[in-house]
């Protein structure tokens, strides 16, 4: 039962590329309304949320709501396929950052995955993707979505520091504390930075019958609605239970499903299909990261799984 809890997070997560594509409203729209009904049910879903931030927390909420408006744009402008392949090249800053940040040393091996890593990212960013409608600036979608993969490996790195430190501060906690209020705070700052971009346009944003003027009707708040309470708030919820009773090196194995399913959603839905390059670099970033998680478990390296 606690794998299919993290299955079920990552099938969630998986959705995200999916749900953006289907809603009408602008990036700037999707990524504010998203962040602002996510921050508030992660605050009713998990008790742990509702502390108040410490300058860390809030630091690393930064770094998670620059992942979460990144995502959004990314997705909005390049294939789903892209950006999430992108977003999943996190490992590869993970290990300069855990080094700088961390004091936690690479070695060779290390150096051979971030090679291949680096071959799948430029297969990515190299392949010709024609614009379409449901891709209309590959190029510019592929940028935001490299900053995505730089912005989460910082949130990653962020959530372990917050872990270790509250670990270390003498009282009995796995230091879900802390990473609970700083996703909570990445979603408010969110919210708050985009809005005022989400605003700016001339469209209103409600209008019962919708119209190619702009303005949107109740399936495209239906959409926001899904990626704040369903995608992001259940998904975490489901992440949660599930992580206090399944292994770190499982937990995640079974998250690599959301860069799996993630592009095969949109293709089913919008016939979305990525560039061969785009698909080669995706499965050289996820061979890369599964190999790692392997090898990292074998030698006792490997560290907690955190949430997408």
Not at 140 to 151: D, I, K, W, Y
Not at 170 to 191: P, T
Not at 263 to 289: C, N, R
Request: include cysteine; aromatic fraction near 10%; hydrophobic fraction near 50%.
């Amino acid at each position: 039962m606690p794998r299919l809890l993290v299955l079920g997070a990552a099938l969630l997560f998986s959705t995200g590329g999916l749900a953006i594509k289907s809603c009408d409203l602008s990036s700037w729209q999707v990524a504010s309304f998203r962040c602002g009904v996510a921050a508030l049910t992660l605050w009713l879903l998990l008790p742990a949320a509702r502390r108040r931030w410490r300058g860390g927390e809030a630091l690393v909420g930064c770094a998670y709501a620059a992942t979460l408006v990144c995502y959004a744009v990314a997705t909005k402008l390049t294939t789903a396929a892209n950006a999430i392949f992108l977003q999943s090249a996190a490992p590869l800053y993970v290990l300069v950052l855990a080094w700088w940040l961390l004091g936690e040393r690479s070695n060779r091996r290390d150096l051979g995955f971030a090679t291949l890593m680096v071959a799948g990212l430029v297969l990515v960013l190299s392949g010709q993707d024609a614009a379409g409608a449901t891709a209309p600036d590959p190029t510019r979608g592929n940028l935001f979505g490299a900053l995505t993969g730089v912005f989460w490996a910082l949130t990653v790195v962020g959530l372990r520091r917050l872990s270790n430190e509250e670990r270390s501060g003498g009282a009995e906690s796995d230091g879900s504390g802390s990473s609970a209020a700083a996703l909570v705070a990445g979603n408010v700052v969110g919210f708050v930075a985009c809005l005022p971009l989400a605003l700016s346009g001339d469209a209103p944003l409600w209008s019962p019958a919708g119209g190619p003027g702009g303005a949107v009707n109740a399936v495209d708040w239906a959409w926001i609605v899904y990626l704040g309470v369903v995608q992001i708030g259940l998904a975490y919820l489901l992440l949660t239970a599930g992580l206090r009773r399944v292994p770190a090196f499982e937990a995640s194995l079974l998250l690599l499903a959301e860069p799996v399913f993630n592009p095969l959603w949109t293709w089913l839905l919008h016939g979305e299909v990525p560039s061969s390059p785009a698909l080669l670099g995706g499965f050289l970033i996820l061979s890369a990261t599964t190999t790692k998680t392997w090898v990292d478990f074998r030698s006792g390296r490997g560290k907690p799984a955190e949430a997408p």
